[in-house]
Every structure is written in C-alpha cells, then in structure tokens.
C-alpha cells in the first residue's frame, strides 16, 4: 500500500466551480499536511500546511484533515483559469528540524480550469 | 536572481555522457535537496544537504553524485545514466533541515537517449 495516494486526475472544472482534491494516507504517525501547487514549467510551492484535524482557510482556498479517516482535501471555491495547475499533496511525521526533510508527495492531481 | 535558480533547464544526453546540473538559492537558507519527478508518480527525495553536509541519500544509484561546495550552491553529477533516470530534477531549500516549508527551482527537465 502506498503511503499517500492521490487521484491524478486529470479534472477539468467550468470556470466559478468549486473543486475539490482528496488524498488519503495510510500511516497515522504523519502529523503535518501541505498542500503544494505546481504550475506547468515551473517547480512546486507551498499553498496551504495544516497540523489539527478540521479546517483551515485562505481566500477562495480551504485545507481539510480528517485524522481519523486519514483523509485529507483542498477546497477551491470560485475557482479560476490561473488555478489551472498540478495540486500535489504532502505529509510529514513530524514540523522539521530533524535531520532530514522527510516529506511524502502524493501523485498530484492536475487540474483545469477553462474560461 | 531571486529563490531558487536551476540551470540548464532542459538537457539531452546520451547514455555514455557526463554531465552536472547546478543549483542555485539566494534565501539563505540552511537546508538544500535534490528531487526526482516522473510522469505519474510521486515526488522522490534522493538527496539532502545540511550546512553542505549529506544527511540523506535515499537509496540512489552512485551514477547520480551529488556536491554541495557552499550552503548555496548544490550540484548533480550525472554520468552513464540510464533512458529511465528521465525525468524532471527539482531543487529545493528550506530553512532548517527538514522543514516542511520548502522552496523548489523551476527543474531541469532530463532526457536520457
């Protein structure tokens, strides 16, 4: 079993649609959840890291963690053409300072948004 | 030059070349990581620098060798590479070791022929 799976997609959503990205992971020493975006040609960054399970909001974006479920989504609400991106997943056992960087990537989901 | 800085972008190589691609971070950060991205999978960590000490290599073949001469700068030799190591490299750097925050470059998308 893959320790996080995401579905790759791809999804395609009207322009103003609210969209919602899934992951779940298997493994509930992971403590941290970030969600990073990837446009085309370019490497990914940080959008949204959450630590308690519940929500936790941004503008348009909401991050959501279910630690019982091992479940965690993105919202977009009124989503747009520039939201057209790669949406990647990210877990960690743990805030940094260890010795390494251990983040575990989900596949990414990409998603368009057309006019 | 702001954030991280890859070069060359794009690069072709046949199997018997030698090669290094070179990263750059202007955030002084502490912390900087090599990562392999292929089609339809995963982020793969292969390696990670700490104040240019290695304190990871996750299992990478040794025709990937990586050099760190400053907090700074972080290189990937490359040398009798195989058509499967084809894939787009990523930098990143984050602040302290294994900080979840971590700022990528823009990648060296690899082709191995």
């Known amino acids: 079993q893959k320790e996080v799976e995401q579905d790759p997609g791809p999804l395609s959503v009207p322009e103003g649609a609210i969209v919602s990205l899934n992951c779940t992971y298997s493994?509930?020493?992971?403590?941290?959840f970030m969600w990073y975006r990837q446009y085309s040609r370019k490497g990914p960054e940080l959008l949204m890291y959450?630590?308690?399970?519940g929500n936790k909001e941004d503008g348009r974006f909401t991050a959501q963690v279910d630690k019982s479920s091992k479940y965690i989504s993105l919202f977009i609400r009124d989503s747009q053409p520039s939201d057209s991106a790669t949406y990647l997943c990210?877990?960690?056992?743990?805030?940094?300072?260890?010795?390494?960087?251990?983040?575990?990537f989900g596949q990414g989901t990409i998603l368009t948004v057309h006019p | 030059e702001t954030g991280v800085t890859q070069t060359p972008r794009h690069l072709v190589m046949g199997m018997t070349n030698k090669k290094s691609l070179k990263c750059e971070q202007h955030?002084?950060?502490?912390?900087m990581y090599w990562y392999k991205q292929s089609a339809k999978k995963p982020l793969e960590l292969m390696f990670v620098?700490?104040?240019?000490?290695?304190?990871e290599n996750n299992s990478v073949p040794s025709r990937f060798s990586p050099e760190c001469p400053n907090s700074s700068h972080l290189f990937l030799h490359l040398h009798t590479l195989q058509p499967e190591d084809s894939a787009l490299y990523l930098c990143?750097?984050?602040?302290?070791?294994?900080?979840?925050?971590?700022?990528f470059g823009p990648g060296t998308r690899l082709t191995v022929l």
């Open positions: 990143a750097s984050s602040q302290r070791t294994g900080d979840n925050e971590q700022f």
């Open positions: 493994n509930s020493a992971f403590q941290y």
């Open positions: 959450t630590y308690s399970s």
């Open positions: 990210a877990i960690a056992p743990n805030a940094g300072g260890t010795s390494y960087g251990k983040l575990t």
């Open positions: 955030l002084g950060h502490n912390a």
């Open positions: 620098y700490s104040l240019e000490e290695r304190v």
